[in-house]
């Protein structure tokens, strides 16, 4: 989407007058490993990426608030007011804008107008590339650069995630806010999420691409499955607890649970623990190879994630699991795995540039053989965090 589309949409929605619009982008985000272990106190290896949402904004002189998005133009405007941020299921997609809204008021921000704003994402919509995430801290940063606000940008971030947890009503982790809030071109943020200290690791990967595919899988009750999921690796550690002195899984090296999961009373939620735990180590280990170049070893830990993911996890679903396998066959693929939360959604691979064409061509005749319709494919960068862009992009 160019510039001159948004400006002229923005114009036609919301009239010319009075003030030019400012233009804002928050980009969506993937994780090379690290999955479901952010709410489990562990680590994370996420990077921001080239797609994600546009946002194209301007203060009223009054109270109003205008959302418009251009990916849902069947719902027209949405409007409401700074009076009432109160989450509105009527208001369907904009309440993530409003949340973002609700929270900057609640913790001291002056929002003194309403605003007009249009919203644009080139991420697909709840594919497991953030979009939520994603409109979020667009908005946090249209919010900070209207109204001149200064704002930690490690703050922004966990008024995200307490729209997600609060105002949604999803129990996620902070990666996703905390990758597009932060994201930096080239680099992946390794991120202990029980502190919150982080670190930038270049994505170095000599003639190799990461190539982004979309199950185009709907995600169906992903967001009870993913309250479920966290609420199982809750009940495991309250077992480890009875003689564990532990805060989190994610404090527990694999040999010391393997030593005490029988403290974990049922089956299941032993599992799920185990693939918290295992992921965690998985995700240390990666950062080092990828550090030392050992594209090959990396590849094998993304691997082994998406086994995790599948058999003890279990949030893969045949979808994605036949992506995974199929990219695993391939040649020129050094690693593959679904990435987010799953259930449906995307998975990455990464494939030798010589190879991603016949890669895709590929992927693309056995999935569709098997499911009835076809993968999509996106060659994303990695990219700089949510920032206000230049008068001109
Ligand atoms: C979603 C959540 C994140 C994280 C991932 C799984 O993207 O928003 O917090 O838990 O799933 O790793």
Redesign the pocket.
């Known amino acids: 989407m160019n510039q001159h589309d948004l400006s002229r949409t923005f114009h036609e929605i919301f009239g010319t007058a009075p003030t030019k619009p400012r233009f804002f982008f928050a980009p969506g985000r993937i ?1 090379l490993i ?6 489990n106190g562990g680590h ?1 290896f996420p990077a921001a990426i080239s797609f994600g949402t546009y946002a194209v904004a301007r203060q009223r002189a009054d109270q109003k608030l205008h959302f418009y998005s251009m990916n849902f133009p069947e719902r027209g405007k949405i409007e409401c007011n700074l009076a009432d941020l109160s989450y509105n299921p009527d208001h369907d997609w904009a309440n993530f804008p409003k949340g973002m809204i609700y929270y900057f008021i609640k913790n001291g921000y002056s929002i003194s107008h309403g605003m007009d704003i249009l919203f644009y994402g080139d991420i697909p919509n709840g594919a ?1 590339l ?1 979009s939520s ?1 994603s409109i979020e801290m667009a908005t946090g940063v249209v919010l900070e650069g209207l109204f001149d606000l200064e704002i930690d940008r490690l703050h922004m971030i966990q008024m995200g995630q307490h729209v ?1 947890n609060q105002y949604i009503g ?1 129990n ?5 806010q905390f990758a597009i809030g932060k994201g930096k071109k080239d680099c992946a943020i390794l991120l202990d999420c029980q502190t919150l200290e982080f670190h930038y690791a270049p994505v170095e990967l000599k003639d190799h691409e990461i190539v982004i595919i979309n199950s185009n899988k709907q995600r169906t009750l992903a967001a009870s499955k ?1 309250n479920e999921r966290r609420a199982e690796c809750e009940e495991a550690l309250a077992d480890l607890r009875t003689e564990l002195p532990i805060g989190s899984l994610g404090e527990l090296t694999s040999e010391k649970f393997e030593q005490y999961k029988h403290l974990i009373t049922n089956d299941i939620h032993r599992k799920r623990a185990k693939h918290a735990v295992y992921e965690n180590e998985r995700t240390l280990l990666a950062l080092q190879e990828l550090e030392k170049g050992h594209l090959e070893a990396f590849g094998q830990l993304m691997n082994a994630s998406h086994v995790s993911l599948r058999d003890d996890y279990e949030v893969t679903g045949a979808e994605l699991d036949q992506i995974a396998e199929t990219a695993w066959n391939h040649p020129g693929v050094i690693g593959a795995r679904m990435t ?3 259930f449906g959604g995307c998975a990455i691979a990464i494939v030798h540039q010589t190879q991603i064409e016949h890669f895709k061509e590929k992927l693309s005749e056995t999935y569709s053989e098997e499911f009835g319709y076809p993968p999509s494919f996106y060659e994303a960068k990695i990219s700089d965090g949510a920032k206000e862009l230049a008068e001109e992009f």
Do not use: C, K, L
Not at 34 to 39: A, F, I, L, S, V
Not at 172 to 176: A, L, N, Q, T
């Open positions: 994780n690290g999955e479901h272990t952010d709410y994370v497991g953030s995430a997600e999803v996620s982790g902070i990666m996703d993913y987010g939360a799953g």
